[in-house]
């Protein structure tokens, strides 16, 4: 299991770096520009999943003693400090969600296997608590990155921005 997340995770970070380079190329206003989806716009979006990737971060923190995540400034500093931090400039997102992306890699390195099933507990963004399995966790995590790249390989397509950036088999061999 733990093999299967570790590439997951290198997928995500590949992907990830590919789309933000799509992105910047898009052409300009699109990335800011109300598109009709949840998170408004491509730079909303992108917000979303780096703040998202270190939430996960600090929940994964409080599940057990790993060297990367209790040495991490993403992990030590309250969310919402970070996320006025990056607020409304796309360049400090990325940072972001590099940083982030490359952290969760660490993490997975670092986390036992004897750890992945066992049940976890944590509260949810609106205070609900829930009781997990820990590779379910992770995984949730992973797909969260995969789902809204999709959503923002979406919105290029509706505006003629040519992407593939979202294909495992593109990065993994």
Sequence with gaps: MKQILQRMAEYNAKAGEAMLAVIDKA??????????????????IVEHMAWAIVLWLKRFSSFGS??????????????DETKAAVSGDSAKVAALLLEGSALLRRFLDEVPDSELERRVSYHTTDGKELVR???????QV????THHRGEISAVL?????????????????
């Design 142 to 145: 992973l797909g969260h990155g």
């Design 133 to 139: 399995t820990y590779w379910h966790a992770i995984f």
């Design 66 to 79: 790993y060297p990367c995540l209790s040495s991490s400034a993403l992990v030590s500093k309250p969310l």
């Design 27 to 44: 052409p300009a206003g699109l990335r800011s520009r109300d598109v009709g989806v949840y998170y408004k716009s491509i730079d909303g």
């Design 157 to 173: 397509d509706q505006n003629g921005v040519a992407n593939d950036f979202n294909g495992f088999v593109t990065y993994m061999p």
